[in-house]
C-alpha cells in the first residue's frame, strides 16, 4: 500500500511511536493494516511485546525508515502501526464527557487520557471540530484514544435526542462551585465549550451549569486542565 501524508478524508490513520501502538494492538488489533519500524529502531522487552502481538495476530511488518521520517515528519519515531479507521457509540448509561466544538489537537489527546484516567471511557463531540483520528491526537492521548468511546454529533441537541444522561455544564457563568456540590447524579455528562468562547449563554438553562472556582490572579483554566479536574472531583 502506498501510504501518504495523513489526511482525514483517508480511511487510514498512523500511531508514532511505541506507546499508542502497543495500545491500539491490545485494544483494537483487528483494525491494524501494518506495523513499521526503522532500521535504528532498539531492541527492548517493549519493543518485543510490540512485535509480539502484531505475529500472533497475523499483522504484517516491516521495516522503512524513509517512510517513518516521511510520514511523521520527526527524526525520533522508530515505529508506528497503520490502522483503519472506525466508528463507535457511546455506551447508554454511563458517564459522558461532551466537548463543544474542540478546537486543539494537544487538547483533545491530554483530555482523553486525563478522562480515561478517571474512568470515563465515553466521549461525544460537536461538529465543527478536530479530527480525533489525528495522529497528533493519538500521540498526545499516549493512545489511550483505543480504550475510549468517540462518537461525533452535529449538535448538542442531536446528543441528547440520543441519551438521557443528566447535564453539567461548566461555565464561567455559572452559579454553583463544582466543589460546593453536594449531589452528583448518574448516568451524567459533563459539557465543556470551545477553547477559545467556552459555552453560549443558552447552556444556563441545562441541567445544573458548574464553575470551577480559581483564584483571581487567572481569567479561566485551560480547557484540557477543566476537564481534568472535573473528572477528578466526580470520580471522587
Not at 511505541?18 to 513499521?36: C, D, G, R
Not at 535504528?40 to 512485535?51: A, G, Q, T, V
Not at 466544538?101 to 474512568?119: A, C, E, Y
Not at 479561566?220 to 471522587?236: G, M, R, W
Request: aromatic share 10%.
Amino acid at each position: 500500500m502506498n501510504y501518504k501524508t495523513y489526511n482525514k478524508e483517508d480511511g487510514y490513520s498512523y500511531t508514532f511511536g511505541a506507546f499508542p501502538t502497543y495500545e491500539i494492538l491490545t485494544q483494537k488489533p483487528q483494525n491494524v493494516i501494518e506495523i513499521i519500524t526503522h532500521e535504528k529502531l532498539e531492541k527492548s522487552s517493549d519493543i518485543d511485546k510490540i512485535l509480539s502481538i502484531a505475529n500472533k495476530n497475523g499483522i504484517k511488518i516491516s521495516t522503512n525508515g524513509k517512510l517513518l521520517e516521511k510520514l511523521s515528519k520527526k527524526g525520533n519515531i522508530y515505529i508506528m502501526a497503520v490502522f483503519r479507521k472506525y466508528k463507535d457509540t457511546l455506551q447508554n448509561n454511563q458517564n459522558h464527557i461532551l466537548l463543544n466544538n474542540p478546537s486543539d489537537m494537544g487538547n483533545l489527546g491530554t483530555i482523553i487520557r486525563g478522562m480515561l484516567g478517571f474512568g470515563y471511557e465515553n466521549l461525544a463531540l460537536i461538529t465543527p471540530c478536530i479530527d480525533h483520528f489525528d495522529p497528533r491526537v493519538i500521540r498526545a492521548s499516549m493512545g489511550s484514544i483505543f480504550s475510549v468511546n468517540i462518537e461525533t454529533f452535529s449538535s448538542v441537541e442531536e446528543y441528547l435526542n440520543k441519551y438521557n444522561n443528566y447535564t453539567y455544564p461548566f461555565m464561567l457563568k455559572a452559579s454553583t462551585n463544582l466543589q460546593d456540590l453536594k449531589e452528583k447524579k448518574n448516568p451524567h455528562t459533563l459539557i465543556f465549550g470551545n477553547e477559545a468562547t467556552g459555552l453560549p449563554d443558552r447552556f444556563l438553562d441545562m441541567g445544573t451549569p458548574l464553575l470551577i472556582k480559581q483564584s483571581p490572579k487567572i481569567d479561566s483554566f485551560n480547557l484540557s486542565v477543566s476537564v481534568t479536574i472535573a473528572c477528578y472531583e466526580f470520580s471522587k
